[in-house]
C-alpha cells in the first residue's frame, strides 16, 4: 500500500526564494498534518486540515508560512520568502479521522536547506 | 497543558541486551498513547499504541503497557537487534477538542552495537 508520499526529499535554495513543499496522503485519509522537525525544538505542529479544510494553524510560524489542501489528495507548504531558520525536516502525515485513538502516518520528509 | 517525558538519550547497548525505555506523561482527561521510531533519513513509523489503562501494545518485539496509576508507557524488548538502531518517540492524543493533536516528547536515539 502507498503510504504518505512527499516532494521533493531534498531543496536546497537561497534566501528570499519560495519554496513548496507537496504531500499526498494516504488514499482514504481526511485528516492531514504538516509537522516541522529541528534539532532545538523536535517536531512541531504547523497545521491540520480535516476534509480539506484548516482545522487548527496556530503552529504556522508567520504570515510567511502558508499551507492549502484544494482536495482530498494534495496539499502543499510554501515559504514565501524563506529565510535560513526555515531548515528543517518537514513532515507531511496522514490519519482516518483525528481521532484520540487515530495513529498518524508520515511521510519520509522533505530536508530543506535555506542558504 | 500535555506533556511527555522520555529518558534522555543516547543509548548505547549491545546486541540481544534488554532495552527499557522510560515514558511518562502528563495530561487531563484519557488519552492514547503511541511509541513512534524514526531511521535514519525517514518519517515516524508508528511502533505500537494502547488507547486505555492497562492496555499492552505491542510489535516487532517491543512492548509497552498503558500504566495509569504512573501516568508511564515505558517501551521494552527482551533481546536488541543492530536493525533497532533508531530515534525512538513516546507520544499521546488526548480526549476532547483537541483529540487530533500528538504530544511528542523529545525522541531517545539508540544505537546498538553487533
Known amino acids: 500500500d502507498a503510504g504518505v508520499i512527499q516532494s521533493p526529499r531534498h531543496e536546497v535554495t537561497e534566501m528570499g526564494q519560495e519554496v513548496t513543499l507537496r504531500c499526498k496522503p494516504i488514499s482514504g485519509h481526511n485528516s492531514l498534518f504538516w509537522y516541522r522537525q529541528t534539532m532545538m525544538r523536535g517536531l512541531e505542529l504547523l497545521i491540520y486540515?480535516?476534509?480539506?479544510?484548516?482545522?487548527?494553524d496556530s503552529g504556522m510560524p508567520e504570515d510567511r508560512f502558508s499551507a492549502k489542501m484544494p482536495n482530498a489528495s494534495f496539499s502543499t507548504l510554501k515559504i514565501q520568502p524563506s529565510e535560513p531558520r526555515d531548515s528543517a525536516v518537514y513532515f507531511c502525515?496522514?490519519?482516518?479521522?483525528?481521532?484520540?485513538?487515530?495513529?498518524?502516518?508520515f511521510g519520509d520528509g522533505t530536508r530543506l536547506s535555506i542558504l | 497543558g500535555d506533556s511527555v517525558t522520555q529518558m534522555e538519550g543516547p543509548v548505547t547497548l549491545s546486541e540481544e541486551a534488554f532495552l527499557t525505555i522510560n515514558c511518562t506523561y502528563t495530561a487531563t482527561g484519557y488519552p492514547s498513547l503511541f511509541w513512534y521510531v524514526q531511521y535514519p533519513g525517514e518519517g515516524l513509523q508508528l511502533l505500537l499504541k494502547a488507547t486505555k489503562a492497562d492496555d499492552k501494545g505491542s510489535n516487532k518485539g517491543f512492548e509497552a503497557t498503558y500504566r495509569k496509576e504512573t501516568t508511564s508507557f515505558h517501551l521494552e524488548k527482551g533481546s536488541v537487534q543492530v536493525s533497532d538502531s533508531a530515534v525512538y518517540f513516546c507520544a499521546l492524543k488526548n480526549s476532547g477538542g483537541s483529540n487530533y493533536k500528538l504530544t511528542f516528547g523529545k525522541g531517545t536515539l539508540l544505537t546498538v552495537n553487533p
Open positions: 486540515f480535516n476534509n480539506n479544510v484548516p482545522i487548527d
Open positions: 502525515a496522514s490519519s482516518l479521522g483525528g481521532g484520540e485513538g487515530q495513529p498518524q502516518h
